[in-house]
């Protein structure tokens, strides 16, 4: 470690104003690090409706800050809670995975193909994704200045201690080291690492929300108040209830291979006659359209996501000099173990321990680059595990990986997400403390 013991001076650059940047915002506040947040758009904001969190992820909100953790306990929607009010002494369902080719009439009282069950004590929980984000953001007290598109970063220099960062409006500032949170097609990912790209997955989400009671009149109130996964050939559909709603992502494998040429957003507008087509055309059942059709007439908001992923091209570390990347900006993948987000908690809560501990042993500005160094070794296999294991789970759900029976499709995919829940967060704070150590010339 270098020699100098001074308290150091932080003075962080995190891109990007999603959820991974606002915990990580709220941790590095609790360490007293002083950061400055830049968001591209004008304003927060969260597409999308529910957001599943595993008990892994519980754990690194509770590693994080304990009271996000109690908060997160009180507006999540936990597993199995609207169905099973004995839940906290029985096993929660996960997923009941169902055929979607199927009527319901078809299937003994709607029975499940096979069930997965929550594993790991109580903590999986979905929540509102916007009402989350302004959880987040008022614990935040750090400067959030929006409309700043990062553009591309010098690293420091002969000339220039600090590393520069140029906005796309021509502006340019100065930080101690970069943080790039800034999503699927992270731009301080590209600056660091050009041959690290997003690629389609080829596949695509329709998401939407439907009133919980109307859902349960057409399915019952057992069904509609459990997360269910209809399977089918070239679509599955995810439902789960988050508040009074029936939370609706309804996936399709596209028939062409690429995204719209003309769309460099990962999002474009659709109608409700779009959805069902897709379904119709892959073989679904009435039940699975007529849950479709809840979807509101003429529903403005209605868009179609293109699911981007690292996969192809992941990045060959996390770290270059001053700047790191986290969150999906370093492990964008697709969302078939609904684990990105989750993913992206244990990060912080792994940065959250390396920088404590480099104010424990009073190290400073100088000695980022050996954070940024553990923090890969930590969680870069870990992460890029989940973007590999999702795209197999698609394949999983929608029938595509041969002859499999219903056993060991449900040992598979417990398998995968026992992966993801069991994961011990905490001893990874530790074994990341102690290479960061031994890093710096301590003993480990
Ligand atoms: C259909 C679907 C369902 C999902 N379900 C789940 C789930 O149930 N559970 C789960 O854990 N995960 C889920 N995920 C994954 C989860 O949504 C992501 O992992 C999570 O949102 C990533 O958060 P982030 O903060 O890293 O990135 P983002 O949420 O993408 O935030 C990035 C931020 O950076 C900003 N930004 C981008 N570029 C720039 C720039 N150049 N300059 C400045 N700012 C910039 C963006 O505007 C945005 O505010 C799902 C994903 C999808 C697509």
Redesign the pocket.
Known sequence: MSTTQANPEFNLAL???????LTLSVALTSLGIKHTI????SS???L?A????GPN?ARALKVIDPDLYKIFERVGTFAGKASQPQAETAKPVWIEFLSGTASLSDQTSAAPSFTVYATHGKGHA?VHRAKWLDILASRVTAPIIFS????SLTQPNAANSEVEIHFADGTTVHHSGVIG????????RTALFPEAKCTYSGKY?Y?CLAPLSEAAALLGEGRAGVSSLWMGPSAHLLTFPVLNFLNM?CFVTDSTPTWPSNSTSLTVPTTKADAIRDYTNAGFSSTVLALLNMIPDNDSTLIK?G?FDLADNPPPRYWLNRAMI????AHA?T?HH???????MEDVAVLKGLFQELLELGGGVQDLEHVFAQFDASRRERDQWLVQSSRRAADLYELRLGEMSIEEMRRDIETRQEICWGFDVEGCVTEAKKGLRARLGGSA
């Open positions: 891109v990007g104003a999603g959820i991974t940047s830049y968001e591209q758009s927060l904001n969260e999308g529910g957001l599943g969190f992820a979905a700043k598109r990062f553009q949170c800034d999503g699927v097609k992270s731009k301080v989400a998401r992502v996501w699911l986290i969150g999906d900006a993948s969302p609904g684990a990105g987000a989750g993913f992206g």
